[in-house]
C-alpha cells in the first residue's frame, strides 16, 4: 500500500481559506506571508490597526481589526473567511501575550489577561473554526505554543501554565475533531528573535543571548522558522499528525 506524498509548492494552499491570529507581525506575518506565497486565501486578524497594511503586502489578503478575547471577534473572523472564501480550511491561533514576573508579584489581573488572550482567545477562535470546518468535512488548527508547555520558565507562572493549557486545549481538539477530519497540532517554539521578547522583559537582548548560548543549535529561531512550521502542520503533507506537541526550539527541550 502506498501513502500520498506531499512537497511544499508555490500551489500548496490554493483554493485553501486561512484565519491567521495575530497577523501584524513577527510570525504572524511570516505565517501569512508563506500562506499567501503558496495560494491561500486568508483573514488575517490582529488588534493592532496595522494588520490593515498587510493588503499591500499580500494582495487578496482580508485584514480584520479585533480582540481575540471577545466571541464577536471570533465569529466575524470566520463569517468574513465563509462569506468572502466559501468556507475556512485553516486557523493559525498565533496572538499570544507574554509576561514575566516573579509569582508573588503577579496580580491576578495580570494572570487574566495572559490568560484571555492566550487560551480564551484561542479557545473562541477554535470553536468558531470548529463549527466550519465541520460543514467543510475537515481542517486544520495550529497554534503557536511555547517550550514552556513542558519545563518551567522563571517569572513566568501565568505565561507557562497558559500555553500548557494551550497544549492541552489542543489535544482535545485533536480527539473530538479526528472523526470529522479536523486535525489540531501546536508548535512549542523556542525563543525567537520578534519585538515580542522586547515586551517579555527590560533585558531582553540579553536573555536572548543567553538562549542562544544555551541551545544546541547555538541560536534563537527566526520568524519565518517558526512559522514554516505551523505551514507545515497546517498542510496535507501532515495529514496524519493530530494531537502533537511539536517542538522547534532549537534542542532546548532536549538537553
Known amino acids: 500500500m502506498t501513502t500520498p506524498q506531499h512537497t511544499a509548492t508555490t500551489a500548496e494552499f490554493a483554493g485553501r481559506t486561512a484565519i491567521v491570529t495575530g497577523a501584524a507581525r513577527g510570525i504572524g506575518a511570516e505565517t501569512v506571508r508563506l500562506l499567501h506565497e503558496r495560494g491561500a486565501r486568508i483573514v488575517a486578524v490582529d488588534r493592532r490597526q496595522e494588520v490593515a497594511e498587510l493588503p ?34 485553516i486557523l493559525v491561533n498565533n496572538a499570544g501575550r507574554p509576561l514575566n514576573k516573579p509569582l508573588t508579584r503577579t496580580t491576578a489581573r495580570d494572570w487574566d489577561d495572559v490568560m484571555a488572550v492566550n487560551v480564551r482567545g484561542a479557545f473562541l477562535f477554535a470553536r468558531e473554526a470548529f463549527r466550519a470546518m465541520r460543514e467543510r468535512g475537515g481542517g486544520a488548527i495550529v497554534s503557536t505554543g511555547s517550550y514552556v508547555c513542558t519545563v518551567g520558565l522563571p517569572e513566568g507562572a501565568a505565561y507557562s501554565a497558559s500555553k500548557g493549557a494551550l497544549a492541552q486545549l489542543t489535544k482535545v481538539l485533536a480527539v473530538e475533531g479526528g472523526p470529522v477530519g479536523i486535525r489540531a497540532n501546536v508548535v512549542a517554539a523556542g525563543v525567537v528573535e520578534t519585538d515580542f521578547l522586547d515586551t517579555f522583559r527590560s533585558d531582553s537582548r540579553e536573555y536572548l543571548a543567553s538562549f542562544a548560548d544555551a541551545q544546541p543549535l547555538g541560536r534563537v529561531a527566526r520568524p519565518e522558522e517558526i512559522a514554516e512550521v505551523l505551514c507545515f502542520l497546517a498542510s496535507p503533507r501532515s495529514s496524519f499528525v493530530t494531537g502533537a506537541v511539536v517542538a522547534a526550539d532549537g534542542g532546548f527541550t532536549a538537553i
Open 56 to 89: 499591500g503586502r499580500f494582495p487578496g489578503v482580508s485584514p480584520l481589526v479585533g480582540d481575540i478575547t471577545d466571541e464577536a471577534t471570533a465569529q466575524r473572523a470566520v463569517d468574513a473567511a465563509v462569506d468572502a472564501f466559501g468556507g475556512l480550511d
